[in-house]
């Protein structure tokens, strides 16, 4: 049914750049908002970047990571991507693509998550 995979994690030092992707398929942009979360050992999964259905296009982005990753949307493609610059040991973790299917009521009716991809920031 609906699949997330997750690509293009890896190891930089500090202040270098990384493109995660996120490769969807079984959803619609119409309906479902997507984005990113992380998970560092020890802490809570946190959003990073999201971006609403068709219906709500609004952005999001935790206050950390803003001026510094972007998120965009190719909805021929059903995929996603997060640009990440000047990253911080503190963004270490793993990076998790999830897509969130709402009704026409803004009513949440499924949540889904990829198996993430590792991103490491060395100092």
């Known amino acids: 049914e609906v699949q997330l995979v997750e690509s293009g994690g890896g190891s930089v030092q500090a202040g270098g750049s990384l493109r995660l992707s996120c490769a969807a398929s079984?959803?619609?942009?119409?309906?479902?908002?997507i984005g990113w979360f992380r998970q560092a050992p020890g802490k809570r999964r946190e959003g990073v970047s999201c971006?609403?259905?068709?219906?709500?296009?609004?952005?999001y982005y935790e206050d950390s990571v803003k001026g510094r990753f972007t998120i965009s949307r190719d909805n021929a493609e059903n995929r996603i991507f997060l640009e990440m610059n000047n990253l911080k040991p503190e963004d270490t973790a793993v990076y998790y693509c999830?897509?969130?299917?709402?009704?026409?009521?803004?009513?949440?009716?499924?949540?889904?998550w990829g198996r993430g991809t590792q991103v490491t920031v060395s100092s």
């Open positions: 999830s897509a969130k299917h709402y009704s026409a009521y803004d009513v949440l009716l499924n949540d889904y």
């Open positions: 971006v609403g259905s068709d219906f709500d296009g609004r952005t």
């Open positions: 079984g959803i619609s942009s119409e309906d479902f908002a």
